[in-house]
């Protein structure tokens, strides 16, 4: 193993591609090198926190990281699981409840994926026993080989249509899922165990990159992120024979979720593990922070099975936002399986909505777009080019809901710290705590400001993207401006859901 | 191959957590001295817990919280009775558990609504 030698391009800063090539790496054909969103921010605006900020470089290539991180999901995880199945069957006073769905949940969608992308990824404890199992190891690289079969995932399969698949079956129980401890126990049980069989089963993180049913949301939200792991300087990974990252050495794992790390463009597969950070003999991983949104501007990897993604989670958000904060009682009693009939119609209003009727509406309007600016671009490419800008109006609106849940419910966490089981404890004397809704009155301040921002990005990202898929600007603003008319119109409605 | 050092160190964290973490959380709630429990009840869940476990003659302290309507708390074996627990006011119920291991129930007092008959729990007083 060389030593590390220092890259001339980690300061921060405005940088844009340094060649052709690695123009071409970062896929982010026909944006200007001016580019801005918004007007604000360019869009090649990167701060490298590693040049910044050594130490975090010396913290992140340490192999105790990884596993102190994964510890520390462990350490929330295992009491909850427990409190699932035999603490009290009371959601709000049972830790499980209220740590996956209000704790968990609100950290994931307003601090964890905006700011930090997939970093949940590095301390998520469900693939955590799979993952030493298949090692055989916490820490150290054994090169013994891999325990299990180390197959490959099916090349067909290789998409997020099988976790849009397992999503949408978690979906149809979120009703029971949220509110009964032993649903969420059963579920992430039956998570730890899959997890598990798939490491014996095919090689690395593959249950996390194809199966894991947070991943796909997760993955396509994380594009938006204001941080990313790259390559610090491309002409170095070019140069560089070996490529420790893609291939497995004596010293350290390649990228166990099966990325490549010297061209990695996207957010999307990126656990944040950091394992490039620690077998790069020649230190050229960079830890950065970025404007919001660029890898959506990726002209590479971008598909249908994505498309969809955005299409479920945006209409989703709706039915949850319907059935919990709505004025409809008896969408929540369906939801709530209080009935079998009540049931299967919320399951067929869910499934119809977001599989059939939203990608539907939104294929009507790219289809006015494209006879309006006459393009000649092919119908499906400039569909699945287009769905990318409703990603910054899905994840608002999904941030915009987890405020409604927090606020509200926020104090439950105070009082549980004391009674996580829900068993009349009183560990620090919070446990009789009561029922207290935190910072309402800017509740629908926070929320409308937050679709309001996610409709101004996704203007703004689908402008981009048009321009970039169509080419010329009026074509692309007349190919736009349908969509645009529909994401105004998203926004509007869910203002009315939230504060109306 | 040897394992080194520090593998045997992070086994050990992780087993702490995975073992311990149970052994713990079970082992403070069978010895829980002097039972000190708050009870939260209301129409929809009951009373929760709706099973307190304590110790043969041990002083027992409920701090009952009614969450939505008015509720009560009576048990008869254990010679308790509170006709009316007002939302906001908690009421305390003390007495000395019973000397004989077994299972003692208490329900609501007072007619609180349509589940009322189901708002049972039970005392148990271990071994």
Known sequence: MSAPEKCAACAGGLRTPASPAERAVRGLNGIPDDAKFLGLMPVHWRYDLTARFPWLRKVLRSRWSAFLLQMLGMLLFVPALLAGWIGSPVGNTNLIIVLVWIFWWSLLMLVLVPFASRIWCAMCPLPSLGEWLQRRSFIVRRLTAPLGLGKKWPAPLRNMWPVNIIFLFLALFSGILTTRPWATALMLTAIVVAALATSVIFEKRTFCRYLCPVGGFLGLYSNFAMMEIRHNDYATCRSHGTKECVTDTADAYACPWLEAPTTMSRNTYCGMCFECFRTCSMDNMSLRLRPPGVDLLVDKHRGLDESWKAFIMLGAAAIYSSTMMGPWGILKAWANARTLSGYLTYIAILLTIVLAVVPAVFGGFVWLGRKLSGTETPFRKLFTNLSYSLVPMGLLAWIAFSFAILLPNGSYIIRIISDPFGWGWNLFGTAAFPWTPFGLRWLPYLQVGALLFGLAYSLDVGFKVARQTVGDAKSAALAMAPVALLLTGVAAAFTWLFVG | ?127
């Open chain 2, 1 to 127: 191959m040897r394992t080194p050092r520090q593998e045997w160190l992070a086994g050990l964290c992780l087993a702490a957590v995975l073992v311990g973490t149970p052994a713990v959380v079970l082992a403070y709630q069978m010895n829980r001295v002097s039972a000190d429990v708050i009870v939260q009840v209301d129409q929809e869940h009951g009373f929760a817990p709706n099973a307190i476990y304590v110790h043969p003659g041990e002083p027992v302290r409920l701090q009952i919280h009614a969450k939505d309507v008015v509720h009560g708390f009576q048990s008869p074996k254990l010679g308790v009775r509170v006709d009316e627990i007002y939302p906001g006011k908690p009421a305390l119920v003390e007495f000395t558990a019973p000397r004989t291991p077994g299972e003692y129930v208490f329900a609501c007092a007072r007619m609180c609504g349509t589940h009322h008959g189901e708002m049972l729990g039970k005392i148990v007083v271990l071994p």
